[in-house]
């Protein structure tokens, strides 16, 4: 596809340059951001999954996430390619696997994921999951590649909010950055007590598959009658309304996935939609805020 037309570009960067989410060090980011798990799995995808990055890229969509999971390091790779020529314009994330998290193998782990990313630094470094690894031995390992500039800060993905308070208790668990948790209109537990938690602590979300994964939740992000009928006031697509739900405050970046360029302009645009409370209240009709403590959705 070509893009649209300049101005529209220019609102997009200009939109996303100002909603920005301010980590717990004072680094602040645009409120989107690009996931890739999936990527890298398919060769004949290749090229396709690096163009719909590097749109994004130029979309101000500059961070980009991965992980040494995503196809055993392949997603990796594939973002290494992507970025080769402009990595300091990119916000590179990537994951370490629990049983990796130790300090006999988190540098070996961390290297890895820098060899194949074609890098020297990560801006960030996550932990996947709560393993069996104690966190003082993870903080300590996170902390030397610190101070070996591996990585220049971390955080955690997956922690519900007695392991966060957990952490936040541990030495050295309050330099921790950033909590990345799934996300979206049909997944809302963390709005019941981990999202007020974090906010209270200054660490803000990142959301991933902030669109859901696909099935009947998805078909209903893209069909009830509601998304329907206030895609059409904004003349957007429902699910960038959906988008525009998740990142309606400073407080989540978001990394949708998209390897169709089309998708990777709707998901950039979603940026540009203001909800009113009046919409965001009709939203919150069909998909209402729990009112009580939900199990961590993960996926």
């Known amino acids: ?10 609102e997009i960067k200009d939109r996303l340059e100002k909603r920005r989410v301010t980590l717990s060090d004072g680094t602040s980011l645009p409120c989107l951001g690009q996931g890739t798990w999936y ?15 590097q749109l994004g890229i130029e979309l101000g969509m500059k961070l980009i996430d991965t992980a ?26 990537s994951k370490v696997y629990p049983h990796n998290s130790g300090l006999q193998k988190i540098s070996t782990a961390c290297e890895n994921s820098l060899n194949r990313l074609g890098t020297d630094h990560l801006d960030l470094y996550l932990l996947h999951w709560r393993g069996n690894i104690p966190l003082e031995e993870t903080i300590a390992g996170m902390e030397q590649l610190k101070k070996e500039g591996k990585i220049l800060r971390w955080g955690v993905s997956n922690f519900d909010t007695d392991d966060m308070e957990e952490l936040w208790n541990t030495p050295g668990g309050q330099k921790c950055v950033t909590n990345q948790v799934l996300y979206h209109l049909g997944s809302r537990g963390i709005d019941f007590d981990l999202l007020p938690w974090e906010k209270e602590h200054d660490i803000p979300i990142m959301a991933y598959s902030p669109l859901a994964q696909g099935g009947s939740l998805r078909n209903r992000l893209l069909s009830d009658p509601v998304m329907v009928d206030l895609a059409g006031k904004h003349n957007v697509e429902p699910l960038q309304i959906a988008l525009a739900w998740t990142i309606r405050t400073n407080q989540v970046i978001a990394i949708p996935k998209a390897v169709q360029e089309q ?34 959705d993960i996926k």
């Open 1 to 10: 596809m070509s893009l649209p037309d300049q101005n529209k570009v220019a």
């Open 68 to 93: 040494e999971m995503y196809g055993n390091g392949g997603s990796e790779r594939l973002v290494g390619e992507a970025i080769k020529g402009m990595r300091g314009d990119v916000f590179l994330v």
């Open 39 to 53: 990527m890298g799995e398919d060769p004949q995808a290749k090229s396709k999954e690096i163009k719909a990055l």
């Open 263 to 296: 998708h990777v302009l709707e998901n950039a645009e979603a940026a540009t939609i203001e909800l009113t409370d009046k919409e965001l209240n009709r939203i919150d009709d069909i998909f209402p805020k729990p009112r009580q403590k939900m199990p961590l």
